[in-house]
DNA sequence: GGCCAATAAGATGATGCAGTCCGATTAATG
DNA sequence: CATTAATCGGACTGCATCATCTTATTGGCC
């Protein structure tokens, strides 16, 4: 449902999560950790510098760090710049006449299911995201995979495959 | 949020829905009343015959025409095959561990979500489109444009003319 | 067989996602 | 304080998909 490129950007923030407080993490640095290729992964980053979600910081020692506590940080935040969402505010049927006075047929039903949408993105935070990592490692880890590669497999498959 | 060539679809339904029960209409008469170009809208509704929501018939007088009752045919008949709703049905976050016993922190209200989404479109008729349009067209038009105008266009694109 | 209309197949343009490359900028260090 | 190495930032490229148009091909009908 989300692009490939959110998937992205949550993987790092995810990772960055993880870093000491204050720490900046270089893209390669990041890359390397989570899988995503580097060069792609820095113009997500600026991106998300650019919208204060990540703090930037160039030259030696330089990188990127969260810009605030991660429980502080919602989803919406992290992925409305990088894709269309407004798109779910507006008429499902694409009905230029369609308002709460004059309702296309989907009218009510939308706009219950895009707010509840919305809000499943604005209420959960990055923080919430880090913790199910934490747990599903504990699951499908049992020790016998690195961190590494259960971090890469679990957010592997991400896009819309044909059932 | 459907995409465009949903869209057209549906008007072009909703066209349908107003001709005389059993008669065929072609192509060209269709796309000069709904504005949605010939060629394309012919694909479309090539597409919607082959799943069964339309009926062609080849040759002089044939066209397209519903295959049932417009009562009887729900949005997601009509838009399902023209683009990828499944995408819907899986993890918004794209995790491959999240089922209910394993659930991402979006998985509950997705799973709502989802739900409801396909549900809306599965529990709306053609009919009630259609009827949504009549009741808009009555407020656009204001009886400013009249019947004919259209009828003229129709007929002008019948005789191959560019518009 | 000739006409007309549906069907199929292919070319084209636009858009947006995904990914690469190189130049600009900065901080550490001697 | 100049050099250098690390790193960001923006320009550029490739690819898939949507939307559209063009051009055959097939099939019914008088």
Chains 1, 2 share one sequence.
Not at 63 to 89: H, S, Y
Not at 101 to 111: D, G, I, Q, T, Y
Request: a neutral charge; one cysteine or more; hydrophobic letters at 40%.
């Amino acid at each position: 449902m989300l692009t490939q490129t959110s998937e992205y950007a949550l993987r790092a923030m995810v990772y960055l999560a993880r870093q000491a407080e204050g720490r900046f993490a270089g893209v390669k640095e990041i890359a390397a950790a989570t899988g995503v290729p580097a060069n792609y992964l820095a113009k997500i980053l600026q991106q998300l510098a650019r919208t204060g979600v990540l703090d930037s910081q160039k030259g030696f020692g330089g990188g990127f760090r969260p810009a605030r506590k991660l429980a502080e940080i919602n989803l919406l935040e992290v992925v409305d710049p990088l894709e269309n969402i407004t798109k779910f505010r507006q008429c499902v049927l694409g009905q230029r006449l369609c308002n709460d006075a004059v309702a296309c047929p989907l009218h009510e039903s939308w706009k219950r299911i895009s707010g509840e949408y919305l809000g499943a993105l604005t209420n959960t935070t990055l923080q919430d995201v880090a913790d199910f990592r934490r747990k599903t490692d504990e699951i499908e880890g049992s020790g016998v995979e690195s961190p590494d590669k259960t971090f890469n497999d679990m957010f592997r498959n991400m896009r819309g495959e044909k059932e």
